[in-house]
Nanobody
Framework: DVQLQASGGGLVQPGGSLRLSCDVS????????IGWFRQAPGKPREGIIC????????YYGKSTKGRFTISRDNAKNTVYLQMNSLKPEDTAVYYC?????????????????????WGQGTQVTVSS
């Protein structure tokens, strides 16, 4: 079974940094797209960074582009979300999601509805 475990959330001051981790297991081929999403109270779930390992493309959400980056440690099956220059509006529950199935269009990995597997979410609070 595919499982995702997100961790690393917490309280950070504005301007600070935080790194989230997502441990991924269960993809037999080792290939999958990974997405980081977030959801603040009363708002829809938002795509932050989505990486499609199949074609190497990465999508960056407008609100976090230039501040957040994604990386993978394939040996550990762990994906990281490095968050810098954090702002109070970054406060949300952060989720990692993954999918390794075939999709008929190339931009599918940007769409949260195309991900079949989700982690449990980790709270990030940016406040002084």
């Amino acid at each position: 079974d595919v499982q995702l475990q997100a961790s690393g959330g917490g309280l950070v001051q504005p301007g600070g940094s935080l790194r989230l981790s997502c441990d991924v297991s269960g993809f037999d081929s080792g290939y999958y797209a990974i997405g980081w999403f977030r959801q603040a109270p009363g708002k829809p779930r938002e795509g932050i960074i989505c990486n499609n390992q199949f074609d190497g493309n990465t999508y960056y959400g407008k609100s976090t582009k230039g501040r957040f980056t994604i990386s993978r440690d394939n040996a550990k099956n762990t994906v990281y979300l490095q968050m810098n220059s954090l702002k109070p509006e970054d406060t949300a529950v952060y989720y990692c999601a993954a999918d390794g199935s075939y999709h008929t269009y190339s931009s599918w990995y940007k769409d949260k509805n195309e991900y079949g597997y989700w982690g449990q979410g980790t709270q990030v609070t940016v406040s002084s």
